[in-house]
Nanobody, 115 residues
């Protein structure tokens, strides 16, 4: 079964950092043209927050620019989150970008930013 698996979430205080990791259980990370990190906060739609292409180009939604960094290697990709804010609280998912493949969605990893 092809599915993304996320890890690395947790409870952190505002201003701290977390690093999320993502791998795919049935398909090589290198086979995707672009990969993305998404998040869904309670009561809100899922949004795409960061993208990395096969060539290494990156793009971010305005609310995380300068604080989040997306990267990849041959088997995983990552989201380094710094200067976290309470509004970053959400379940974070990884998938292909820009829209994700329905059957590839994983369980996500919860990130909670609170003092």
């Amino acid at each position: 079964q092809v599915q993304f698996v996320e890890s690395g979430g947790g409870l952190v205080q505002p201003g701290r950092s977390l690093r999320l990791s993502c791998t795919n259980s049935g398909r090589s990370i290198l086979s995707f043209d672009a990969l993305g990190w998404y998040r869904q906060a309670p009561g809100k739609q899922r949004e795409l927050v960061a993208v990395v292409t096969r060539g290494g180009s990156t793009n971010y939604t305005d609310s995380v620019k300068g604080r989040f960094t997306i990267s990849r290697d041959s088997t995983n990709f990552f989201l380094q989150m710094s200067s976290l804010k309470p509004e970053d609280t959400a379940v974070y998912y990884c998938n292909s970008a820009p829209s994700g493949v329905d059957e590839y969605w994983g369980q996500g990893t919860q990130v909670t930013v609170s003092s």
